[in-house]
């Protein structure tokens, strides 16, 4: 069983930047593929980003060369650091975990944080 907990959303500027936390609970962290997922108002749930156990990263195109996706296995905790953000980044950015990347890939992550609200101001 592996819990959630997303930090670091808010209220940001067009061009400014946030760093997003998710702090994990479960002794096998290490051994899971993260990603992040985000939903807009009236969207869809879309892929952002996803790290596997040995730090192999994957972007959604959308979000290439702005976002970074990193992990301290001896923390529990996975973040994504957002650069050069736009109003069109505004969403809630949800944490998921899963032992398998395809399944991340295909947004069937077997658990899912709460989420927190990221707001782009224009």
């Known amino acids: 069983q592996v819990q959630l907990v997303e930090s670091g959303g808010g209220l940001v500027q067009a061009g400014g930047s946030l760093r997003l936390s998710c702090a994990a609970s479960?002794?096998?962290?290490?051994?899971?593929?993260m990603g992040w997922f985000r939903q807009a108002p009236g969207k869809e749930r879309e892929y952002v980003a996803a790290i596997t156990w040995r730090s192999n990263t994957y972007y959604a195109d959308s979000v290439k060369g702005r976002f970074t996706i990193s992990r301290d296995n001896a923390k529990n905790t996975v973040y994504l650091q957002m650069n050069s953000l736009n109003p069109e980044d505004t969403a809630v950015y949800y944490c998921?975990?899963?032992?398998?990347?395809?399944?991340?890939?295909?947004?069937?992550?077997?658990?899912w944080g709460q989420g927190t609200q990221v707001t782009v101001s224009s």
């Open positions: 479960g002794r096998t962290f290490s051994s899971y593929v």
């Open positions: 998921a975990a899963d032992q398998e990347l395809v399944q991340i890939g295909a947004g069937k992550a077997g658990y």
